[in-house]
């Protein structure tokens, strides 16, 4: 190895663990909050248009854990194998790993770009719109659909760098990505008159730019992996292992989708505000959620790393490490939240029956969603190290397997609550489960682990 490769290994390998994690988390944490922030800004700006253009915004957001799930993928896939062939210094297997991956991700998106745009009607009716709601939802997801490349292969741009212990690469092209985005939303939306079009032109240059910020270090070889199309695999078992070892994360997100479009489909019930206030509160979560899941980011790399090197103590301290600062930072801000939930949901609109539905849905999240560490954690631990059949398990179990059913069965039984409180019990009944599977894997190590 080069000396540049040397001393990455020396700090993957050697620097304490807490230190490491946050070290990799923190730049994480700050790409993952911005992120959330102009996905919230999007959802603020087009609040003020109107209710069923605020209720678009929640369909679309579906569609875009479509994208995101591709994108994941294929960034956690190949990510994973990346660290790991990187901590037993087998640079070269690493690069065939990110060629191909980036090129899977863009024919990925390139495809359901396609898809979407000659057939945006019953792709929308299948997100969970309403008539009233269609219009608005077409013209937004229409912008999304062509930013479609562009955010699958961001996702594995970005997996990349931070599996290779490069976050603050990947914190730059995301950032501004996100404050590019916010700053168009209102000029497209008010000063040029678009409306719903101004912020879905706002997302897709925003995407188009950030991509390409997140390409350069590669190109200009500041990272040890290299993406060129010379690296493409002809071995189909490398296209298996990416799209395995991914899995867990094509599950959580599609599964999130298919349970935000649940959401859509039950609220449509009760009218297009209980839409828009899932909607307003959806955003809500992933943005509190955001500053622990920056953190736990930060993990995935440090854990694979120091699996592929053979240094399971340190497996251990990190998972431990980052599930109770991840409990802890939830754990305060949700409590904030509780207390100032009506005014939360007031910043968006002001209408009574969204008010009420809003905040009551924001109250049952707050109360819950500090367990989702757990789970997440749980399934990143799985994910990173290649326990491919666990990390699926815990991933769709945090994402779908429970509250699919939940928000089937709950609203025959309390109504609108039903729909409230599905979300957050299935964090609860999650983490809940994830606990015995990690402690029986940490068993399995042994007197295996190595400091």
């Given at each position: 190895?080069?000396?540049?490769?040397?001393?990455?290994?020396?700090?993957?390998?050697?620097t304490?663990?807490w230190?490491?994690?946050?070290?990799?988390?923190?730049?994480?944490?700050?790409?993952?909050l911005?992120?959330?922030?102009?996905?919230?800004?999007?959802?603020?700006?087009?609040?003020?248009?109107?209710v069923?253009?605020?209720?678009?915004?929640?369909?679309?957001?579906?569609?875009?854990?479509?994208l995101?799930?591709?994108g994941?993928?294929?960034?956690?896939?190949?990510?994973?194998?990346?660290?790991?062939?990187?901590?037993?210094?087998?640079?070269?297997?690493?690069?065939?790993?990110?060629?191909?991956?980036?090129?899977?991700?863009?024919?990925?998106?390139?495809?359901?770009?396609?898809?979407?745009?000659?057939?945006p009607?019953?792709l929308?009716?299948?997100?969970?719109?309403?008539?009233?709601?269609?219009?608005?939802?077409?013209?937004y997801?229409?912008?999304?659909?062509?930013?479609?490349?562009?955010?699958t292969?961001?996702?594995?741009?970005?997996?990349?760098?931070?599996?290779?212990?490069?976050?603050?690469?990947?914190?730059?092209?995301?950032?501004?990505?996100?404050?590019?985005?916010?700053?168009?939303d209102?000029?497209?939306?008010?000063?040029?008159?678009?409306g719903?079009?101004?912020?879905?032109?706002?997302?897709?240059?925003?995407?188009?730019?950030?991509?390409?910020?997140?390409?350069m270090?590669f190109?200009?070889?500041?990272?040890?992996?290299?993406?060129?199309?010379r690296?493409?695999?002809?071995?189909?078992?490398?296209?298996?292992?990416?799209?395995?070892?991914?899995?867990p994360?094509?599950?959580?997100?599609?599964?999130?989708?298919?349970?935000?479009t649940?959401?859509?489909?039950?609220?449509?019930?009760?009218?297009?505000?209980?839409?828009?206030?899932?909607?307003?509160?959806?955003?809500?979560?992933?943005l509190?959620?955001?500053?622990?899941?920056?953190i736990?980011?930060?993990?995935?790399?440090?854990?694979?790393?120091?699996?592929?090197?053979?240094?399971?103590?340190r497996?251990?301290?990190?998972?431990?490490?980052?599930?109770?600062?991840?409990?802890?930072?939830?754990?305060?801000?949700?409590?904030?939240?509780?207390?100032?939930?009506?005014?939360?949901?007031?910043?968006?609109?002001?209408?009574?029956?969204?008010?009420?539905?809003?905040?009551?849905?924001?109250?049952?999240?707050?109360?819950?969603?500090?367990?989702l560490?757990?789970?997440?954690?749980?399934?990143?631990?799985?994910?990173?190290?290649g326990?491919k059949?666990?990390?699926?398990?815990?991933?769709?179990?945090?994402?779908?397997?429970?509250?699919?059913?939940?928000?089937?069965?709950?609203?025959?039984?309390?109504?609108l609550?039903?729909?409230?409180?599905?979300?957050?019990?299935?964090?609860?009944?999650?983490?809940?489960?994830?606990v015995?599977?990690?402690?029986?894997?940490?068993?399995?190590l042994?007197?295996?682990?190595?400091?």
């Amino acid at each position: 190895m080069n000396e540049a490769e040397n001393k990455q290994y020396e700090k993957m390998t050697q620097t304490p663990v807490w230190r490491l994690v946050l070290m990799l988390g923190l730049p994480t944490t700050v790409s993952m909050l911005i992120t959330n922030i102009y996905n919230t800004a999007d959802t603020f700006y087009v609040s003020k248009i109107s209710v069923s253009a605020s209720g678009a915004t929640g369909i679309v957001f579906a569609l875009m854990a479509i994208l995101q799930a591709f994108g994941f993928m294929f960034g956690h896939g190949a990510g994973s194998n990346i660290s790991r062939l990187l901590g037993a210094r087998k640079v070269e297997h690493a690069n065939i790993f990110a060629s191909t991956s980036v090129f899977l991700a863009l024919a990925a998106g390139a495809a359901i770009g396609i898809l979407g745009l000659l057939f945006p009607e019953p792709l929308m009716r299948l997100l969970g719109s309403t008539d009233t709601i269609l219009q608005e939802a077409k013209i937004y997801g229409t912008f999304i659909l062509i930013a479609g490349p562009a955010m699958t292969v961001g996702c594995v741009l970005n997996n990349i760098l931070r599996y290779e212990g490069r976050a603050a690469f990947a914190m730059v092209g995301l950032t501004t990505g996100g404050v590019l985005n916010m700053m168009l939303d209102p000029v497209f939306i008010f000063y040029c008159h678009m409306g719903i079009a101004g912020a879905g032109l706002a997302t897709a240059l925003s995407q188009y730019i950030s991509t390409v910020i997140l390409l350069m270090p590669f190109l200009k070889g500041k990272t040890v992996t290299r993406i060129r199309i010379r690296y493409i695999t002809r071995d189909i078992s490398d296209v298996k292992n990416i799209m395995l070892t991914g899995l867990p994360s094509l599950a959580r997100q599609g599964l999130n989708s298919i349970s935000t479009t649940l959401v859509n489909v039950q609220a449509a019930a009760y009218g297009d505000a209980a839409i828009a206030a899932m909607s307003i509160v959806g955003r809500c979560g992933n943005l509190l959620f955001s500053f622990a899941l920056g953190i736990a980011q930060g993990f995935q790399p440090v854990c694979a790393f120091n699996y592929g090197a053979e240094k399971y103590g340190r497996v251990k301290k990190a998972t431990w490490f980052t599930i109770f600062m991840g409990m802890g930072i939830l754990g305060v801000l949700c409590t904030g939240c509780y207390i100032n939930a009506p005014a939360i949901v007031h910043l968006f609109r002001d209408e009574e029956e969204i008010l009420q539905t809003g905040t009551g849905a924001l109250r049952w999240l707050c109360g819950f969603l500090f367990v989702l560490p757990v789970s997440a954690v749980g399934s990143m631990l799985f994910q990173s190290i290649g326990k491919k059949g666990r990390a699926l398990f815990i991933a769709s179990m945090q994402s779908g397997l429970i509250v699919i059913p939940l928000l089937l069965v709950l609203p025959h039984f309390l109504g609108l609550t039903g729909i409230q409180v599905a979300q957050p019990m299935a964090y609860l009944v999650s983490g809940i489960v994830t606990v015995p599977v990690v402690l029986g894997f940490f068993r399995e190590l042994g007197s295996t682990a190595r400091n």
